[in-house]
């Protein structure tokens, strides 16, 4: 709003000029200010979500988000936003580092963590790799399923905002295609298959708003319609 007075003021100002070189250079410096300004609001940590990450040091893990929570279950339903891989922002090595800490938590050891799983609304996920020697866990952000294959797989997943329950599903491709970027701002691509596959599409999952449930009730719905078939 600011600006638009800024460009009124101006274009009264110096009214005799012609037109495109006056506005020109306004032109681009606001097109640079406006990037600047949306760029910092959606790629970035908001300010509620750094005062989070930072509020204790980076081996801390962080309370995980429970759906038998209603507020955490609103926030666990919500879409979290794409992050810019900056290698020299420290709050994002902070951040990562207390989601491994609580992928990795006695009271919370799990196989995969998204950032909303512990209140940040960021496509970042925690994968363990058991596709790879030593199973080493990975961390991945803007990570994004390309292809699924029409191959399924059944397997039983739990997860770390649902208390007390773990289901077998069967809707999960068998091989996916990826793409992310790392934490030194590299966009990589890559295929997985099975178990390590399955950990993915459920991490991803979470970055739409997306539990396993959601699929799991699918599935019911569809075996009933079905049955009413046959
Ligand atoms: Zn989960």
Same mark, same amino acid.
């Given at each position: ?65 429970? *759906?038998? %929570? @209603?507020? #955490?279950? &609103?926030?666990? !339903?919500?879409?979290?936003?794409? /992050?810019?891989? =900056? ?74 905002? *649902?208390? %007390? @329950?773990? #289901?077998? &599903?069967?809707? !999960?491709?068998?091989?996916?295609? /990826?793409?992310? =970027? ?49």
């Amino acid at each position: 709003m600011v600006i638009s007075e800024l460009v009124l003021l101006n274009l009264k100002k110096r009214i005799t000029l012609p037109l495109f070189s006056r506005m020109k250079p306004l032109f681009y410096l606001i097109t640079a200010l406006l990037l600047t300004v949306s760029c910092s609001s959606s790629r970035s940590f908001s300010e509620a979500e750094t005062k989070l990450i930072m509020s204790a040091d980076s081996l801390t893990p962080m309370r995980v988000y429970k *759906i038998t %929570n @209603r507020e #955490d279950s &609103l926030l666990l !339903r919500t879409p979290s936003g794409t /992050i810019k891989a =900056d290698p020299n922002n420290p709050a994002i090595k902070h951040f990562v580092s207390r989601l491994f800490a609580t992928v990795r938590d006695s009271i919370s050891m799990g196989v995969g963590i998204a950032a909303p799983q512990v209140g940040v609304l960021k496509n970042i996920i925690w994968v363990q790799r058991f596709d790879k020697e030593n199973m080493p866990f990975e961390v991945y952000l803007n990570p994004k399923i390309t292809k699924y294959s029409k191959k399924k797989q059944s397997v039983r997943e739990g997860c770390l905002s *649902i208390p %007390n @329950r773990s #289901d077998v &599903l069967n809707c !999960r491709s068998n091989r996916i295609e /990826i793409e992310y =970027d790392t934490m030194e701002n590299e966009h990589k691509k890559e295929t997985v298959e099975a178990f390590t596959a399955v950990i993915f599409q459920h991490e991803i999952d979470h970055l739409s708003g997306i539990l396993y449930l959601d699929h799991l009730k699918k599935e019911m719905e569809d075996a009933k319609t079905k049955t009413t078939n046959d």
